[in-house]
């Protein structure tokens, strides 16, 4: 099983949306059994919070529910707990560093970096308005992921 923790800012845009959207590809995949999905945060500024409005529209505009969402933070003993860490942007990797300082099993990844745009990062919706894009973005990433990690034949 493939253990995977987005990570972002505040839990309630970009890494929810990863979330989801590869929990959704995942299930249509057939492979629930080898995956375990979740996502965090680095900060603690929306912690229990839902998704953030414009991203449940974007996800619910593909048929995906984010229901019950809570955003919480990324902790230390989440290293040991999941496979792979993916953030969305450099700043998330920085920020996650105080978190999960040390990094010997090459755990802590960007999502983009799955992709054949390595280095490109996840653009913020906060800040940018364009939950398109991010949309696009997570979907690219976590598709890449599916390939790289789903070994069924779903």
């Not at 996502?39 to 414009?54: C, D, F, K, L, R």
């Not at 993916?86 to 983009?112: A, F, Q, T, Y």
Request: hydrophobic share 35%; with cysteine.
């Amino acid at each position: 099983m493939t253990r995977i923790l987005f990570v972002c800012h505040g839990n309630i845009c970009r890494s929810p949306m990863a979330e989801y959207i590869m929990k959704d590809l995942v299930r249509k995949a057939h492979l629930e059994h080898e995956f375990h999905i979740e996502s965090a945060a680095t900060s603690t500024e929306e912690i229990g919070n839902p998704v953030y409005p414009p991203a449940r529209r974007m996800l619910a505009g593909h048929g995906i529910s984010c229901k019950g969402h809570a955003a919480k933070q990324a902790t230390g003993g989440d290293y040991q707990r999941f496979d792979l860490i993916v953030c969305m942007d450099r700043w998330n990797l920085r920020n996650l560093s105080h978190i999960m300082p040390h990094d010997p099993e090459g755990k802590i990844h960007l999502l983009m970096d799955f992709t054949s745009r390595p280095g490109t990062e996840v653009a913020d919706p906060w800040y940018t308005g364009n939950f398109s894009s991010t949309w696009d973005d997570c979907l690219e990433g976590c598709q890449a992921l599916l390939l790289r990690f789903g070994h069924g034949n779903g």
